[in-house]
C-alpha cells in the first residue's frame, strides 16, 4: 500500500510539473491581435496568474508597471524610482515584484515593476521587456509581431521586397530620459512647425504644446474659423468655442510622407523638456509600421496609390493596380461575435461608405462602415452586432449574430449623414433608422456637432460667393426746366 501511494504522489507531481508553462524573457517570435476597438493602439490581452489584465506597450518608458488591481498582496521594495513624463509629469513609483505575467498566452519571467494605484488590473510593458524587439504592426489586421531588433541597413535593404510606398525613418533619442524621437513638421495655411515629437505607442491621438504652435503663426482651436469672412450679421455656433485642438492641414514625418487634414490635441503651455509634443497612432497608424527603438528606426509601408481624375486605384506588392485594392477588409469569428476591420487606402474627397454581405445570411438591416472626407490609411474595428446594437435595434443585431463571416459589398462616394466620422453603421431596411458605433471626435467637439457646423460653415460661404453682385442703380433722368 505505501509503494502504491508513494506512486500515485509521484504521478501527481509529475503531471503538475508537466503543466506549468514555459516562461519566456521575451516577447520575440510572439503575433498578437490588438484587444479589439475602433482605434489603433497597442494594448494586447494578457493576465497576471488567473487575473484578466490589459497590457500596453510603451515604448517611451524605461521601467514596466503593474497595477495594484493585479496583486493581492504586493511586494514593496524601499526602493523608488522617478518616471518624468514627456510633456512635464512626473510620477514616483514603488517597485515591486511581478510575477504571472502572460501576454497573449505566452508566460513572462518574473520582473521587477513599479508599482500604480489603481482598482482595474493593467500592466505597462516598458523598454526594460521590449528592449531588442522591434513591433511590426500591421493596422489592417489589428496584429503586432515581435521580431528581433536590426541595424537600419538591414531594414533598408527590405523595402524593395516590399513594394508599394515605403519609407525607413531616424529616431533619435532624448540625451536625458532616452524617449524615441522624431522630426515632425506641421503646415497651417502658410505658417509651419517644425521639432522633436516623441513617438507614443499608447497615445491614440497627437498632441502639440499651443505656445510654440501661436508662436509659429497657427491659429488655435476655433481661432481658424472665426477668421472665416462669414456675411454680415452671422456669427458662429456657439458650440464651436469648445473646440480646442489644432487643425493642421498636414503632418508631416518627412517630405510627402504623413496625412493630410487632421487635428492635433494641445497640451498647455510651451515645452519644458525640448519635446513639442507627441505623434501618437493617429499619424504613424495609417501605415504598416515597424518600430525599431533598440537601432532608432521607424519603417513606414503602404500601398501605392495612382489617381487619374475622380478615379483612385491601389497596388499592393507587386500587383496590378486595381479599385478594389483600395480596401481591405479581414474578420475574426470570437465568441461575442464578428470582429471586423475595414481599412481604406486612398484619399477620400467627399468621404464614403463601404457595405457588408453576409454570406448564408439575410440580415433585416443593412451594416457597414463609413468614412468622412479625409486622407487615405484610415482603419477601424468593430464588434458585429455592436453591445448597444441590442438595446437600440434588436432584430437587427439578432439577424446579424449569427454570422460567421463578412465580405466587402457596395462602396457609395458619400459618406452616411447620420454617423458623422469614421463609423461602424446599421440601417434598418424598413424604417431606414440608423444606429452607429464612431470612433471618438475632437476634444470638445462630437462628431455630429462637428459636422453641423461645418455643413453650415460650407453653405454660408457658398451663399456669400454666390449671391450675385448688387448692379448700381440707374440714374435717374436729369429734369430740364
Known amino acids: 500500500m505505501r509503494v502504491f501511494l508513494v506512486v500515485v504522489v509521484l504521478a501527481g507531481l509529475s503531471c503538475v510539473r508537466s503543466e506549468a508553462p514555459k516562461v519566456f524573457d521575451s516577447l520575440v517570435g510572439l503575433d498578437a491581435a490588438l484587444i479589439p476597438g475602433p482605434g489603433v493602439r497597442l494594448a494586447l490581452p494578457g493576465a497576471v496568474f488567473e487575473r484578466p489584465a490589459e497590457v500596453t506597450l510603451d515604448v517611451t518608458r524605461e521601467l514596466s508597471v503593474v497595477t495594484t488591481g493585479c496583486l493581492d498582496t504586493p511586494m514593496v521594495s524601499a526602493t523608488r524610482v522617478k518616471v518624468v513624463d514627456p510633456l512635464g509629469a512626473e510620477t514616483v513609483f514603488p ?22 494605484e489603481a482598482q482595474a488590473c493593467s500592466v505597462t510593458l516598458g523598454m526594460d521587456m521590449l528592449t531588442g524587439a522591434a513591433l511590426e504592426v500591421d493596422v489592417a489586421r489589428r496584429l503586432v509581431r515581435f521580431v528581433a531588433s536590426r541595424p537600419r541597413s538591414e531594414w533598408l535593404a527590405t523595402l524593395e521586397a516590399r513594394g508599394g510606398e515605403a519609407q525607413v525613418l531616424e529616431l533619435t533619442r532624448d540625451p536625458l530620459h532616452d524617449w524615441p524621437l522624431l522630426a515632425v513638421r506641421l503646415t497651417q495655411g502658410q505658417s509651419q512647425l517644425t521639432g522633436a515629437f516623441l513617438l507614443s505607442t499608447t497615445e491614440r491621438s497627437s498632441r ?5 504652435a501661436r508662436a509659429a503663426g497657427f491659429s488655435i482651436g476655433s481661432e481658424l474659423l472665426q477668421a472665416l469672412d462669414l456675411p454680415k450679421g452671422v456669427e458662429l455656433p456657439a458650440e464651436l468655442a469648445a473646440f480646442s485642438g489644432l487643425a493642421v492641414d498636414r503632418a508631416e514625418l518627412a517630405p510627402g510622407v504623413g496625412a493630410q487634414s487632421m487635428s492635433f490635441l494641445l497640451a498647455k503651455g510651451s515645452p519644458r523638456l525640448g519635446v513639442l509634443g507627441l505623434v501618437a497612432a493617429d499619424l504613424w497608424g495609417r501605415f504598416e509600421a515597424t518600430l525599431d527603438v533598440t537601432s532608432g528606426t521607424l519603417v513606414l509601408h503602404r500601398p501605392r496609390v495612382l489617381t487619374s481624375g475622380s478615379r483612385s486605384q491601389c497596388a499592393r506588392g507587386d500587383g496590378t493596380p486595381t479599385e478594389d485594392a483600395c480596401f481591405e477588409l479581414f474578420q475574426e469569428r470570437r465568441a461575442k461575435g464578428l470582429v471586423v476591420t475595414a481599412t481604406v487606402w486612398r484619399p477620400l474627397a467627399q468621404g464614403g461608405r463601404l457595405y457588408f454581405d453576409f454570406p448564408g445570411l439575410s440580415p433585416v438591416c443593412r451594416m457597414g462602415v463609413t468614412f468622412d472626407a479625409g486622407d487615405r490609411g484610415r482603419s477601424t474595428q468593430h464588434l458585429l452586432p455592436w453591445p448597444r446594437l441590442f438595446e437600440t435595434m434588436k432584430a437587427c443585431a439578432e439577424s446579424v449574430a449569427p454570422a460567421t463571416q463578412a465580405s466587402l459589398g457596395l462602396f457609395e462616394d458619400a459618406p452616411l449623414p447620420e454617423c458623422p466620422g469614421v463609423c461602424a453603421f446599421a440601417q434598418d431596411l424598413r424604417t431606414g433608422r440608423v444606429n452607429c458605433e464612431c470612433q471618438p471626435g475632437p476634444v470638445g467637439l462630437s462628431g455630429a456637432s462637428q459636422r453641423a457646423v461645418l455643413d453650415r460653415l460650407r453653405a454660408l460661404l457658398k451663399q456669400e460667393k454666390s449671391a450675385p453682385p448688387v448692379e448700381p442703380a440707374d440714374p435717374e433722368p436729369s429734369k430740364t426746366k
Not at 95 to 116: D, H, Q, S
Open 208 to 212: 502639440v504644446f499651443d505656445e510654440p
Open 95 to 116: 517597485i515591486t515584484r511581478l510575477a504571472g505575467l502572460t501576454v497573449a498566452g505566452r508566460r513572462l519571467r518574473p520582473m521587477e515593476a513599479g508599482l500604480a
